[in-house]
């Protein structure tokens, strides 16, 4: 999932193209990004499923108090591919007060001991769960292993007991990603489109950390 906009509840509406046939296209200048935003939620939880143990070694835990440098390591690493950099841009103090909140909770997928993946869940709005980033290590993706953490972070995300639950993703991450999250029990409701600029242009993508 790219990066984090603002949290403000956003009105369900249906959910339209944002190109019609024969629509102009639109030209981005050099340097920027179009990025094209879904934005999908659950009203309920989904119906009650059975997490079927692989009968690989996982184990899921949630990381109390993040350091900044591990944190920055799960994010750069999962983020890289779909050019995630928003908290790229953040100073470590600021970061660490995302990461460390009570209402900010953080969980890993190992296999094997290694670190396979992270879910953030973000309760700091009333009554609503915010999957504000999902994702795996790039080695571990195409292993079954993203349906499986993702049902149970959307089974964590309703443990909160809140009435909502949200998640976006964009056009620049896993060309899968809006099927997944359909999979999960999401439902899109609404898109934007934004121009950013292209973070690779600016340094903040290291060589050989995005496709």
């Known amino acids: ?28 200048p050099r340097g920027k990004l179009e990025m094209v935003i879904t934005y999908l939620e659950m009203l309920k939880p989904p119906p009650q499923r059975q997490l079927v143990h692989r009968g690989e070694k996982l ?5 109390e108090q993040p350091t900044v440098s591990f944190y920055r390591y799960l994010y750069n690493t ?18 660490k007060a995302i990461i460390t909140d009570p209402e900010v909770e953080i969980y890993l997928l190992y296999l094997a001991g290694v670190p396979a993946g992270f879910a953030e869940l973000d309760l700091r709005i009333d009554d609503e769960v915010e999957l504000s980033y999902f994702g795996l290590v790039p080695d571990f993706i195409g292993r079954g292993l993203g349906h499986h953490f993702l049902d149970w972070a959307v089974d964590e995300a309703w443990q909160k007991r809140r009435s909502r639950v949200w998640v976006h993703t964009c056009n620049l991450d896993h060309p899968a990603a809006i099927a997944v999250y359909q999979r999960a029990g999401f439902s899109p409701y609404q898109q934007e489109v934004r121009i950013v600029d292209d973070p690779r242009k600016r340094g903040l993508m290291p060589k050989g950390q995005e496709f």
């Open 78 to 95: 999962v983020g890289g591919p779909w050019l995630w950099y928003e908290r790229r841009l953040l100073e470590d103090d600021a970061l």
């Open 59 to 63: 184990a899921l835990m949630r990381a």
């Open 1 to 28: 999932m790219a990066g984090k906009f603002p949290r403000s509840r956003i009105s369900r509406l249906p959910i339209t193209p944002i190109r019609r046939r024969g629509q102009r296209v639109r030209r981005v």
